[in-house]
């Protein structure tokens, strides 16, 4: 699994995307307390589409 992308929720908190490296499906995961704050902000730079690309 790889993170590609974060967001705020407004109930759950921070929300981190990841993406399997096998079979490319986006899965969706609350941050914990312990991940590193100063990361999940650089995932909110990405503006991830979800088929699969970049956008830029």
Known sequence: ???VS?????KKGWIIY???TKCNK????KSAKDDNFD???K???IL?????????
Do not use: D, R
């Open 6 to 10: 974060a967001v705020k929720n407004g």
């Open 26 to 29: 986006i899965i969706p995961n």
């Open 43 to 45: 995932l909110t730079q």
């Open 1 to 3: 699994m790889e993170p």
């Open 18 to 20: 990841h993406k399997c």
């Open 48 to 56: 991830y589409e979800f088929t699969g690309s970049k956008k830029t």
């Open 39 to 41: 990361e999940i902000i």
